[in-house]
Structures are given as C-alpha cells and as structure tokens.
C-alpha cells in the first residue's frame, strides 16, 4: 500500500479542515433559510367585502381589514377603466372559499386591477431571507389573444423598483407561478425595510383571471449556493 507524503497528508488535513468549516457554516445559514421559507403576502382566504366589487361599486379603491394578509390590510383598486357598451361590465373581489382573488369582464370591458399591501402605512416587513415575490396565476382565459400582464413594486423608505412580466397563453389548473426575483435590486432596495407591496394585473379587454396566491420566497440561488460550495470542497479534499 502507497502511503501519504508529508505533503499530501497536510493537504488532506486541511481539505477536511475547510470541509468542516463549511458544515459549520451552511448549518448556521440553513435554518435561517427553513424558517424564512414563505412569506403569504395574501393567500385570499378572507374578506371584508362581499363578492363582487364592479366598475361602479368599487369606486377609487376598496380598502379592508384582513387578518391573514401581510401588514393586514388589502387595498383593491380598479384602474384605467373603459367599457365599448353601455352593458360592458367588470366583476372583481375575493372568493374567500376556495381561496382566490377572481377578475371577470365582458367583451367589451377592459380594466386593470392594482392590491395594495402597506399595512396602512405601517408595513415594516423584512424580505432579506425572502426576495422574490411569487404570483400564483389559477386561471387565466387568454381572451382576444391579449397576454396577462403583471407588475410587483417593493417600496422601502426611500424609493421603489418594480418587475413585470406576461403570461401570453391561456392557464388552466394547477396554475402557473410568475416569480419576481428582487434579490439583485438589493443595492437600490433596502430589503430589510419594505413598506409597500403593490401588485397590478391587467388581463387586456375581455380578459378573465383567478389569482391564487401572492407570497415571498428564499432565492434559489442561495440553497445552490451551499450546495455547490460544499461538493467543492470535497471534491478538492478528495483531489
């Protein structure tokens, strides 16, 4: 049997010295990570006010007290309204059962709906561990072959930057997620201090949508982070 020299015993010493620091050092970060897993921003399981809000009911904007919303208050806006007839109408608000925000709209009725999360203006939530903001798209129609736009805002005390993206094909059940990763805006955002979370959708003229859920998720970049740094260092001690 070959033995080790001199050298390679220290070089093996040391890649089980940095392997064991590593351990250390994800065993700090994971837990962290678990407990910080999902923030529900709102999973529309309450309402103040009964189902449907409309283009004339919902006036400029529907403020409510729910308890299992972040900062517990929702603020519903129905924004850029036009309607081609007299009879074009727009249906908005929570199914508090199932659990979905439901946005419905005539041929003619076009709208764009914006909720409101600020805690009325005494939201203070800490996103550092959870930066990317998940929209949980159920339904969508596709109607006109016009796409679902949607738009997140994070607001600290300083400023705001937003993200969009669009869903250009009908969604059936189980859904699609749409994940807003403001992880990379943390120069620019204090993400230790978030104040306001908007989120406006706008489904085009026609458009029909369900949201199921808005909620705040770790980076999946920082789990690969571990897990790639830690196959490294064994790799090396093993070298």
Partial sequence: ??????RARRRLAGGRHLGCLWTV???MLLPAIATAETVVIDGFDGATVPWPLT????GAGTSENVASV?????????????????FDFIQLGVFASPGVFDYNSSVGADGKVRLTYDGDGSLNEDLQMTPVV?????????ASGLPLDVTVSLSDNLGQETLMQSVNAAVALPGQVL??????????????????IVVDLDAGTGGDFRIEEIRAVPEPAGLVFLLVG????????RG
Wanted: aromatic share 8%; net charge negative; proline share 3%.
């Fill in 25 to 27: 050092f994800a065993l």
């Fill in 70 to 86: 972040l900062g517990g208050t929702r603020e519903t806006e129905l924004l850029d309204v036009a309607l081609a007839e007299t």
């Fill in 1 to 6: 049997m070959q033995s080790c020299t001199p």
């Fill in 179 to 196: 994940s807003f990763d403001f992880a990379p805006l943390a120069g620019s955002l204090d993400l230790s201090q978030i104040t306001e």
């Fill in 55 to 58: 283009q004339a009911t919902i």
């Fill in 134 to 142: 998940e929209v949980a798209v159920r339904q969508f129609d596709f």
């Fill in 230 to 237: 830690g196959l490294t260092i064994v790799r090396r001690s």
